[in-house]
């Protein structure tokens, strides 16, 4: 029941703000919103104030932004519609949605800096056979402060600048060990890995694993937890972008990389499972990814409708309706091929081996 709870809370708090951003942005442009709706399905409740309608539907998967004149064929020309205006108002409208998305996602990485997430120390938990620390002397429970004389206090930052030296055929470790302070020497183990765009690159491994029953709450400052939440936001921009060329060049499997509502509901379930941090990280990622997703200029989404205002802005009038019908066919029907893939590839990766033990396989 929690997991539910926080998948509805989650998929309608990232509806709720992409919405807004276009209500907000159709009001600052002056353009009458004659319905405001979330979700669909059987309506709960329903409001009207200032003209605009206000639903909330029995079914928090979706929502949308009905505004004055927003189709060629309805639009009279009053000065309070949507194709009544220019088409640089009609961009604001259109891009406060992913903005707002992305803008929510930079809030709460700034708020998880500055409220406190868990990470692992460097104490050793165990020591691997084949590699550098088991020869040097490394035993499970040390815990490591220093490599090559800079100072580490987590383990994410220890795993960092280890990986890093794969040109190094040793590093100087500090180590601390029943309270007793050795430096010893490590060779460094290069080996090949596979990051998670299927790019092979070469990584420094000492062979230790983390201790993970030992964790702290690693808090910063209020401005400190700006910047990082900015670089956090950065990193997983350029990731996303990089996913999304890798997958256009077919460097990139669609099936094991995109996920739909199911697959969002079992991430949202074991984020619930480890704590509020989790998910409002996990908010954080999907919110800033929808705001990039709808960014791509593609007909139905966003970035269609943007790529449209570009096409009509450098023609000086908009495309035929007729043009504009045909093509938007083409984009549903492929949004849905796609929305019907994605689905059944969750079903398989969550209920696969459920599915062929059923089947007696």
């Not at 903005?99 to 930079?106: A, E, P, S, T, W």
Request: contains cysteine; hydrophobic residues 45%.
């Amino acid at each position: 029941m929690i997991s539910l709870i926080v998948f509805i809370v989650t998929l309608g708090l990232l509806i709720i703000v992409h919405e807004c951003g276009h209500f907000i942005a159709a009001k600052w442009m002056g353009v009458r919103v004659e319905k405001f709706s979330l979700g669909f399905g059987p309506q709960l409740i329903k409001k009207k104030k200032n003209n605009t309608e206000y639903y909330i539907n029995a079914i928090p998967l979706g929502g949308y932004v009905k505004l004055a004149g927003d189709n060629l064929e309805e639009c009279k020309g009053a000065k309070d519609e949507y194709f009544s205006k220019p088409p640089g108002k009609r961009f604001w409208i259109i891009f406060f949605g992913p903005l707002l998305n992305y803008v929510l996602g930079f809030l709460f990485f700034w708020l998880i800096f500055f409220a406190g997430y868990p990470t692992l120390t460097t104490r050793v938990g165990g020591v691997l056979d084949g590699y550098g620390a088991k020869d040097a002397g490394i035993m499970a429970g040390d815990r490591i402060t220093a490599v090559n004389g800079m100072k580490v206090l987590f383990w994410e930052d220890l795993q960092d600048i280890i990986q890093a030296k794969t040109n190094e055929a040793k590093v100087t470790l500090s180590i601390l060990r029943d309270n007793k302070k050795q430096e010893l020497s490590v060779s460094v183990k290069e080996k090949k890995f596979y990051d998670p765009f299927g790019e092979a690159r070469n990584v420094g491994l000492l062979g230790i694993t983390p201790y993970y029953d030992e964790i702290v709450k690693v808090r910063h400052g209020f401005w400190e937890s700006f910047f990082l939440g900015a670089k956090k936001t950065r990193q997983l921009t350029a990731l996303t972008y990089k996913g999304l060329w890798r997958m256009l060049r077919g460097k990139l499997s669609v099936r094991e990389s995109v996920t739909g509502p199911l697959g969002i509901f079992f991430l949202t379930s074991h984020a619930a499972g480890a704590g509020i941090i989790a998910v409002l990280h996990l908010i954080a990622v999907l919110s800033i990814s929808l705001g990039i997703f709808n960014l791509i200029p593609f007909p139905v989404l966003d970035g269609g409708h943007i790529l449209f205002l570009g096409i009509e802005k450098i023609r000086g009038k908009t495309l035929s309706l007729k043009i504009e019908n045909f093509i938007t066919r083409i984009g549903v029907t492929v949004l849905v091929s796609l929305a019907v893939i994605v689905t059944y590839n969750d079903i398989v990766r969550v209920f696969g081996d459920k599915i062929l033990n059923f089947m007696g396989r």
